[in-house]
């Protein structure tokens, strides 16, 4: 009888730990999370968005002359340098022609790759979040990048546009920033989307939107994502926008959606492994 009992306990043991432990080794994310250092290759984007990995990844300061970049604890303030030169070129437009910088969010893990919360992409180091609010004049410290929280351009009940936030300076801020060659999409709220539609409709200028594409969350803040980088061969671009506007039914059928709010990063795939990202992923966690 004892002797059953050790094998229960035995299998027990077993059954919990072992398996666990030899899968837990090949979560893509936990692997990536761990690594707090960029690799010493040249930069490139591998995979793509949201399966892939970063080789020689650049840091974003966390201060500058024309923005601040908030969490600097999250470690995801890594891009390429195309994605990096991005953001410092935008940024000093938007100061120059607002008098106001911008406020940074995630970018990518030094090296890339899938991470254990919060986004599905910003996996090759070519997706930055900008906050809709301007950066305050102010130089934020260390206590404010962790905890400053940028407001939502949506009412409280989340149905429309909070008309005490909205003014033609985000309509311009997208704008300025799609027009950018690098940018393959900015992602917006539904209701954004719709506000810029309406506008841009109302002074007969639609020819910007059709980067501009409309996604659950995106409320605080717009997602940029480059194309790829010339030099990474590896890098997977998505399908290229068509010239619509966007304004029409795909639009119309955002709307439809009762869960505006909630982003893809909810459903993130949380425990994909290291093999399913691509190959040379792999030297990009030794070197
Ligand atoms: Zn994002």
């Known amino acids: 009888m004892k002797f059953l ?17 030899m899968v837990a080794n090949e979560y893509a994310s936990e692997i990536f999370y761990k690594i707090r250092t960029e690799s010493n290759l040249s930069s490139e984007s591998i995979g793509s968005y949201s399966k892939g990995c970063l080789a020689g990844g650049v840091y974003l300061p966390s201060h500058a002359k024309h923005y601040d970049a908030l ?22 437009k938007i100061f120059n022609e607002f008098g106001s910088g911008l406020l940074i969010g995630d970018l990518s893990m030094p090296r890339g790759g899938p991470m ?12 930055v979040d900008i906050f ?29 546009i909070n008309y005490e936030l909205w003014t033609d300076y985000h309509y311009e801020l997208l704008k300025i920033t799609s027009e950018n060659e690098s940018v393959a999409r900015v992602f917006v709220n539904p209701l954004i989307k719709k506000k810029l539609c309406k506008k841009a409709a109302d002074i007969n200028d639609v020819d910007w939107l059709s980067k501009i594409r409309p996604w ?72």
């Open 5 to 21: 009992l050790k094998i229960i306990i035995i299998c027990l043991v077993l059954s919990t730990q072992f398996p666990v432990r």
């Open 71 to 92: 969490k600097p604890s999250r470690n995801r303030f890594w891009g390429h340098p195309d994605l990096i030169e991005f953001i410092e070129i935008t940024s000093e």
């Open 116 to 127: 254990p919360y919060g986004h599905k992409s910003h996996q090759n180091g070519l997706d």
């Open 132 to 160: 809709y609010e301007r950066k305050p004049e102010y130089q934020l410290d260390r206590f404010k990048l962790e905890t400053y929280k940028p407001k939502s351009l949506l009412s409280p009940n989340q149905r429309e």
């Open 216 to 287: 659950g969350g995106h409320y605080n803040h717009f997602h940029v994502r480059l194309t790829c980088p010339v030099g990474s061969q590896n890098c997977i671009n998505q399908a290229p926008v068509t010239q619509d506007d966007g304004c029409g039914s795909e639009l119309q059928s955002w709307l439809k959606k009762d869960k505006l709010f909630e982003s893809n990063s909810t459903k993130i795939k949380k425990w994909m492994l290291l093999s399913e990202l691509p190959n040379s992923c792999r030297k990009i966690i030794r070197d």
